[in-house]
Structures are given as C-alpha cells and as structure tokens.
C-alpha cells in the first residue's frame, strides 16, 4: 500500500556544501587526513540501564569494535561528535519538552511511553547520539558518504519520545542542513526500519523541503500510524526476494531521486527487518540486509548524491550477533565507497 502527498519540482538542483557561518563540522575530533569511509562514534552513544531491560545499550561500542577488529576500518576512520546543543534540538523539539526531558521532570507515564527510566546519562547519550547524526551528515555533504554507529530515532515527536526514542535525530539533522546554507537543502529520508517513522513523518509533514519515505511492516509498532510522504507497508512474514523486488525499495527510491531531486539522503537502515530479531516479524536474512544496504547507497551515490546512514532498530538479547548484524550497513558503505571511487 502506497500513499502520497506531495508533486514534485523537477528542476535539477546543485548540491552545496556550505556549511553555518564559521562552523566546519560538529566534531570533537575530525579525521580529514584519512581517505577510507567516515566512520561517526562516540564512546557516550552508551548509558547505564536497569538490569534485564529490554533495550540493547551495549551493542554501540560493539559495532565500532567488530568494525576495527575485522578490518574492515581503522581507528583513523572515526570521527567525534559533539553533544548535540539545546539550540540544535529546538529546531525540531519544543522548548518545554526539552527543558523537562533534560531536567528530569518526566512523570512516570511519559517513562514507560519512551520504555526508559529517565537519567543523566540517557540525555547525554541521547544528545551525542543525535549530535552523530548531524556530523554524519555534514560529512557526507563534503565527502559523499558517512555513517554513523547509532541513529534512527525516529519515533520522537516534537513534545514527547515514544518507543524508546526520545529526541528524532534524523529530523535534527535534516532541519539543520536544510537551513544552513545560502539556499534551502531538500534532504529525502529513506528509512527501512522494520516500524514506520512516525515521529519523522509527523515532524516533516507540511515541510516540502524534506521528503520522508519508509516501508515497514504495517502490524508492527507504532498501532497508530503517521502519514509519510511515501508509505511501503509491507505483510509479516516478507522475506528476501519479495523485500528487494520491484515492489518495495527498488522500484521506488530511483524514482524518488529523479523526481524530488534531493541535496543529502539520511538512510536509517534499521536491522529489525531480521528473520532473527525479536521485534520484526520480518523474515530477512544478512545476506538480504547486506544486498538492501548495498542498493540503497549504490543507487544515490551514483547519482551524485551525499548519503548519511544510522543504525536503526534492531532487538537481540545476543549482543554480539546484534551489533554484527548493526555493522552490515558499514561493511556494505565500504564497498560502495570502494567501488565507487569516492576519497
């Protein structure tokens, strides 16, 4: 099932690379002296939870260190983000909500609609979190292709965070490099995470700029949908052959990128679409992922378009297995940017 809401313009755009006055990147530490494919991390992407909670905090580091450990990056290829600011996160989130999440002054029922306690160390993880987001995007725009260890928050909504998402890093990124050049970035939001982006769609829903585009599966969270620009709501079940057809990704993205012609592509490139994972209901395999992640950068870097990609969901009490199935977007990257030619 499809929907659509928006015509597009079909004058061909040039994609900048101004960055804000005065600011190169929001970064901690940059490496532009490597020439392989960035890599954004921050050893705070992690907090302390309570013991047995359901979400998996330790599988951020994990992605890093199976990327270092089989070669498939180095230590020269990782860049720091900065904690994302409260000037930042205000371009997408309101100033009350903002001032109580980062306080503390969340009761007890927007707790458990988020599904996490509330702690300092969630609002630091969350804002470098976030802040990784914006650097990956940056970046790509100067080098093609970025990505970053965590991301796809994508269930926050401006007042409140849902499903174990408390601030939308994607909608942060893609409001700042919309408006931080000389002319208005048109930024198009690929998101394949099993559950739809609603917090993303409803951010984005009458900014033209910005095109949201997610297929996930229709009987999975959120009950209650938002309107994306483009929605692919998939049956339980779907499996390798079906996902990648013509009747999902393949014959919609090149489509999207002739017709919306964006400047930047945020990919949120969520693993919970797994035969494995405990959330899904999705029948996909690594290989499948692997073929998915592959295509989807393929087809936007030839184009001549910078793409930013974040982890998404992805739910295993394995960690280890988790965070390897996580790092399948980063192993593909690296093929793309190999085979693409892109320093």
């Keep these: ?15 900048g690379v101004t960055l804000a006055s005065g600011r190169c990147f929001h970064a901690e530490l940059v490496r532009t002296e490597s020439s392989g494919l960035p890599i954004v991390h921050h050893s705070k992407y992690v907090c302390e939870l309570p013991a047995n909670h359901r979400f ?8 890093l260190h199976f990327l270092l450990q089989d070669q498939v990056i180095t230590e ?11 000037d930042l996160l205000g371009a997408v989130h309101t100033g009350d909500y903002l001032n109580n999440f980062i306080s503390g002054r969340i009761n007890e029922q927007e707790q458990r609609r ?15 979190e976030t802040g990784g987001t914006v650097l990956a995007a940056e970046v790509a725009l100067r080098r093609g292709l970025a990505c970053s260890t965590a991301g796809g928050t994508h269930h ?15 909608a942060v990124a893609a409001k700042y490099l919309m408006n931080s050049s000389s ?20 951010i984005f829903k009458d900014e033209p700029s910005v095109f949201t585009f997610s297929v996930h599966c229709g009987k999975n969270f959120p009950v209650r949908k938002q309107q994306s620009d483009l929605d692919i709501s998939v049956e339980d079940g779907l499996e390798d052959k079906e996902y990648l057809s013509t009747a999902t990704v393949a014959e919609h993205l090149p489509w999207l990128l002739e017709t919306f012609r964006p ?13 494995d994972d405990e959330l899904g209901r999705l029948r996909l ?25 974040v982890i998404g969901g992805g739910y295993s009490r394995d960690i280890d297995k988790l965070a390897l199935r996580h790092s399948i977007v980063h192993r593909a990257a690296t093929q793309v940017w190999r085979e693409c030619g892109i320093h």
């Excluded at 992640?293 to 378009?305: A, E, I, Q, S, W």
């Design 183 to 202: 002319r208005k970035r048109k930024v198009l939001i690929v998101d394949l995470d099993v559950h739809q982006g609603d917090g993303t769609a409803f």
């Design 156 to 170: 926050a909504f401006p007042s409140y965070g849902s499903g174990f998402c408390l601030l939308n890093d994607l």
């Design 76 to 86: 020269r290829q990782v860049w720091v983000p900065e904690i994302a600011s409260k």
């Design 114 to 128: 988020t599904g996490f306690p509330w702690s300092e160390g969630i609002v630091r993880r969350c804002r470098y």
């Design 56 to 63: 998996p905090m330790a599988k951020f580091p994990r992605v």
């Design 1 to 15: 099932m499809t929907c659509m809401k928006r015509i597009f313009s079909k004058t061909r755009r040039l994609v």
């Design 263 to 275: 400047d930047l592509v945020l990919y949120d490139a969520g693993v919970d679409p797994h035969r």
């Design 285 to 309: 395999t690594d290989q499948g992922l692997y073929q998915r992640d592959l295509y989807v950068m393929k087809t936007v870097v030839k184009r001549g378009v910078p793409i930013a990609t």
